[in-house]
């Protein structure tokens, strides 16, 4: 699992960890920092010994294992402190929180350099493998990948409100390209720096190098020395997707140790990549997974797990899952295609495909590497050639190569088609869509009920007060129908508060909360519209009702740490009040001031306000604030308290309840919901 690999891995655990609630404890700072410094020691001491047995051993297939099964423990070790303790939530940015896992691999790296002394006999030093490691893995990903996610953050909030339907798909489409592309075309000068890389100097190996560039017909900006100290590196690359930005690179080891035949041989295979534009086959793959990924996010697929195990570790699961799929098994074949073409293209250069074959063996002997040692990226080095061998018996073979891949790409670019107009199809055709804008939601909820009994049965009980049956239909209901669902409800509410009046909206949550009560553990797979659910249920279950029972105000304190993570990171007045008002009915009104006053100043800001309506609600939370107040000093003084104030007349009182879990409802797998 070479390089980059296990760094998505790691941004995917800190992407969903992230989401999420704490598993086991949600340390604070100092704690957590401590047990992930006890966590790097002990997993320091296992690897070292570890690292001590393979090397003893001098067999080379059990170097691979350990270095596979090493990855695989660092991912693991680093998801259990982000999903059970809160690494991910409590350390601010995905650099920051990325660091940790980056430690756990400079660690690996560290006793990894005695195992490979052990089994391949190169006097690699630890530091010499941790930097090689380090700028060949780590920091690429670090430097291209999370700063732009940490510095592209703020503007999220902006990208939501503003950058809806298909424009915004479209336009959120072609800002992800356009990063790519940049990073692809801009990034190769840095990446070179990074390396070590040194133009070769002025000679005799320069200029065959430069004559073999021209006679491939692929221009270079630059070919370059790969200085990698503390160890030997038998290898060379090509960088950049244009030609003002193309850089060959030759490690030192390479240019003095390999003969000239066979360094041609080489640097043909490099620049067949750049002729033959895999670096642009690449990119096409990445743009048919980002469509993949935006269809289903659309389409609400969802993979039900086991009863028993919380939601986010499903999901989070199914996504490391997709991605070793999609990339170690899918994109590992095309890669491996390309290797093959390449290597036709250094036979091609080199005028003999016996050149390539010798080069092929020749690094493997040089590295201390079997030539049956697998490789996901590029087959064996006996596989390749094997390959060459027949082609060399039967030259056809060659032209059949290349228009398999000719085909791979057409196949790549239809498939591009079809799922970019099937994102169109949905936008315009899904449900969800129809359902947060369906004129009389309330009948539209009861046409679906119709043809699902298990669902109106579920329904009824709901609405008395029981929502355990709807809680049973949500867990084994698709994230579309999950969504259709919520969206009804939203346009319930919305409809409610905009023929109602002030607090209307509120008041019609509140009679709807014990169907919205199991979507707060059963999410709808929209992160926006999770985030709305919460706060609308929050704010209908404090402020819907002038009495509010102790569940109603059991389940708003659950939903606080959810509104105060979002806040933390867009200042939106309407989750501001939200959070105000529940501290307020809990008793603790100084935060509920300090979230009112931070309540006030968004809602200066908001754009989305008339002039009118900002006065109306400047005022309504105004009084808010100044009740908070007056309660806090009330408290210390021993006063009466006023109660919280509210917009528009009182709910009535509410019917009989049954008594509510606070924790997710139990699955009943006989039980069957349909859509």
């Known amino acids: 699992m070479p390089g980059l690999l296990p760094f998505l891995f790691a941004l995917v655990i800190v992407d969903q960890a992230g989401r999420s609630q704490p598993h086991i404890r949600e340390l604070s700072f100092w704690p957590l920092l401590a047990l992930a410094g006890c966590a790097i020691l002990v997993w320091a001491l296992l690897g070292l010994g570890v690292a001590w047995l393979v ?3 001098g067999r080379y297939r059990w170097l691979g294992v350990y270095d596979l099964a090493a990855q695989s423990a660092a991912i693991a070790l680093f998801a259990g402190l982000c999903f059970g303790f809160g690494w991910a939530s409590v350390i601010p940015g995905t650099v920051l929180d990325l660091l940790l896992f980056v430690a756990f691999m400079l660690v690996h790296w560290w006793a990894f350099a005695g195992a490979v002394r052990g089994v391949s006999g190169h006097p690699w030093t630890r530091m010499g493998m941790v930097l090689h490691q380090l700028r060949f893995g780590a920091l690429p990903l670090l430097v291209a990948v999370s700063a732009i996610v940490d510095l592209t953050l703020p503007l999220m909030p902006w990208i939501e409100q503003h950058l809806t339907g298909l424009a915004g798909l479209a336009l959120g489409w072609i800002g992800i390209n356009t990063l790519m592309l940049a990073m692809l075309v801009l990034v190769p000068p840095l990446l070179v720096r990074l390396w070590g890389g040194r133009p070769l100097p002025l000679g005799p190996v320069r200029d065959r190098l430069q004559h073999a560039c021209d006679a491939m017909g692929v221009r270079v900006h630059q070919l370059m020395r790969w200085p ?38 080489v640097v043909g295979h490099e620049l067949g990549h750049a002729r033959h534009g895999h670096l642009w086959l690449f990119f096409l793959f990445a743009n048919v997974v980002m469509a993949g990924s935006m269809l289903v996010d659309h389409l609400g697929f969802r993979i039900p797990g086991p009863p028993g195990i919380p939601e986010d570790l499903i999901q989070a699961a199914v996504a490391l899952l997709a991605i070793a799929a999609l990339w170690r098994v899918i994109f590992g074949f095309l890669s491996r295609a390309c290797e093959r073409q390449a290597d036709l293209a250094g036979a091609e250069l080199a005028g003999d495909v016996g050149a390539m074959e010798a080069a092929l063996k020749s690094v493997a002997r040089l590295s201390g590497q079997p030539e049956n040692a697998p490789n996901w990226r590029h087959y064996t080095i006996a596989e390749r050639v094997g390959f060459l061998q027949r082609v060399r018996a039967d030259p056809p073979l060659a032209r059949t190569h ?56 579920a329904l ?169 107040e007056a309660n806090r000093l009330a408290a210390k003084e021993g006063r009466a308290l006023l109660a919280l104030p509210l917009e528009g007349a009182a709910a009535p009182a509410p019917p009989a309840e049954q008594p509510h879990p606070t924790t997710p409802p139990p699955r009943n797998d006989s039980d069957k919901a349909t859509a």
């Open 228 to 265: 990698v100290p503390g160890g030997k590196v038998y290898n060379a690359a090509v960088v950049g997707m244009v030609p003002r930005f193309r850089y060959v690179l030759f490690t030192d080891d390479l240019l003095r140790d390999l003969p000239e035949r066979e360094l041609m041989a």
């Open 460 to 628: 009824n009980r709901a609405d008395v007060g029981d929502p355990t049956e709807l809680g049973i239909w949500y867990s084994r209901a698709s994230n579309l129908q999950r969504q259709t669902f919520l969206g009804l409800h939203f346009s319930m509410m919305g409809i409610a508060a905009k023929n109602g009046g002030p607090g209307a909206g509120e008041r019609e949550g509140y009679r709807l909360r014990h169907r919205l009560r199991p979507l707060v553990w059963y999410r709808c797979g929209n992160p926006q519209w999770d985030l709305m659910l919460d706060n609308d249920l929050a704010a209908a279950l404090v402020t819907g009702t002038d009495n509010p029972t102790a569940a109603d105000r059991e389940l708003a304190q659950q939903l606080l740490p959810r509104l105060e993570a979002a806040v933390a990171t867009q200042s939106v007045w309407e989750y501001l009040d939200t959070i105000a008002c529940v501290h307020f009915v809990l008793g603790n009104f100084q935060k509920s001031k300090d979230a009112f006053s931070t309540a006030l100043s968004a809602l200066g800001t908001d754009s989305k306000l008339s002039d009118a309506e900002r006065a109306v609600y400047h005022a309504l939370v105004t009084k808010r604030l100044d009740a908070a």
């Open 55 to 57: 090397g003893r051993s």
């Open 402 to 457: 290349h228009r398999t891949l000719g085909a791979m790409r057409f196949s790549l670019i239809l498939l591009l088609v079809v799922m970019i107009a099937s994102l169109a199809m949905n936008h315009f055709f899904n449900p969800v869509r129809a359902a947060g804008t369906a004129a009389d939601p309330a009948a539209e909820l009861q046409r679906i009920a119709d043809t699902d009994a298990v669902l109106q049965e």
